[in-house]
């Protein structure tokens, strides 16, 4: 008995009853298909969060005022001393932000924006907006306080529908801004904002004309490297610490620092036991399956004892029975797992809860090894029974 | 030379008081190339013995030689190759595989015993054609009639060729034409030398042996000699 012909046997066997056969395939299939599509959405809507964290930029961080309501102690000057070669090496830019809601009105039409940001030049790479059309405004341009701005895509749309926003006037509470640039179009919007409903302006001119020359909302500062990121937090903390006069032992500071990896890092985690779960879930399935399986093989057994006992009285050795019957088992799995595979690739071209399913190839290579591995071991009770009948008894079996 | 050797056999079943004594102590020696008829009534033991002798089932006490081998001392695995390689089946019930060829069922035995797929369609194919079924060999048992299966079953017995055909009530399901191919191929198997033991309960098919063994309530009430009564 060479392995093609327990092969044929157990094909033989399997086509003996279509439907019953079918049925059990079903149970894997769902089952397998449910682990591969249910981890996919997990890996998915981790991936979509990362894109989203990773516009925001890896390599910033924001040093933002925990002080509510009084004002903020984050000022220009702060920022300014964070920009120092000596105490923080690790760091590429600062960019002092000052950020209101304000209406643009250009010719009669208003738009409000939810974020006018005042800003240095150095902004747009530290925040990961590159200017998609026309230019940024200069380190001269926050110096002279010229009222230029920077546009988002939203805004340039609402304001400019069909015509080039570049050159013209809008006013901005009174005050009169020439647009310089269209940002280009952020992938994704972080969260409820929409990230290209922004305009970004000198922040001395936004100081000048809205905000007045007060605190900070934020400052935005860049490392060099992405994975310099942690060693300027604990450059600027020093610096911010002896600036706003924290004490070593107090436990809470008048700022916080957040930055992007960190985020990421949280978000990651969250969205790995979201993929556990589910998969865990799709898990419980599979494992239903396979006792379908032991269900069905002891059904066949039990169906087919007079032909065990016939089997035996040839001279059918022990092994040769439970073989055949482990080899179907395993083939009514392994063929349930390749369809629940295939259905598994075809549905994840499907958006599933508005997430994009990202296959992971080893959750492939996991379900099919646990669908073979379902049918050697579901199987293996009903093999058992099986091989282990006396011939006498199997062939009295009405 | 002595193909069985049976010594003193007792089979009991269950246990004290609901105890069956199926068989009483038989002794029994069969030569190469005898044709022997075990009869009796029913519940004499004669399926009893045919299953020991089968290697289908176990004596409670006393010995069994099969070719001189002690069968009590083999494990599963050697029984197995003992019921494939020295004992050709012939079932009452003929005991085909369903859904499957008649040359498939001729070939199992020697699927078993690890001959090679062409060998062993040829021998399928030649022990077909002994039993003059070599046009059906591609019809599935429930394509033929009860004679026409119960020839199968005795090509697939004898295409291993066994020391010893055991045949339990080969004829007990079957017509007087069928019967009588079924005991013509028999004739032709003794006159060639092989070694048959049947178990029947008709008389005209134990007269057709050449020697005849009649069980009683588990023992041997009688064994003689005979002269074969022709066709």
Redesign the interface.
Known sequence: ?NVW?VFRFAV?GIG?NKLRSGLTMLGILIGVAAVILLVAVGNGSAQQVADRIEALGTNTLTVQSTSRGGSSPLTVQVAQALKDPVLAPDVASVSPVVSTSATLTYQGTDHSVQQFVGSYATYFTASNSPIGRGSGFTTADVEAGRRVVVIGQTVAEELFPGMDPIGQELTVSGALFTIVGVLAEKSSSSGFQDANDVAIAPLTAVQQALTGYGSLTSIVVEASAPERVSDVQAQITTILNQRLKVEATSTSTPYRIQNASQLLETQTETADTFTTLLGAVAGISLLVGGIGITNIMLVTVTERT??I????????????ILTQFLAEATMLSLIGGGLGVAAALIGSNFTIVGIQPVIVPSSIALALCVSVAIGLFFGSVPANRAAGL???DA?RYE | MTVLDVRRVAKVYGEGEAAVHALRGVSLSVEQGDYVAIMGSSGSGKSTLMNILGCLDVPSSGQYLLDGVDVSRLNDRQLALVRNRRIGFIFQSFNLIPRTTALANVELPLAYAGVKPALRRRRARVALDMVGLADRADHEPNQLSGGQQQRVAVARALVTEPALLLADEPTGNLDSRSTEDILAIFDQLSAAGRTILIITHEPDVGARATRLVKLFDGQIASDERQMRVAA
């Open positions: 008995m012909e033989r003996a007079r032909e006992g016939i089997r035996k009285a040839l001279g059918a050795p022990r092994r040769v006396r011939p006498i062939l």
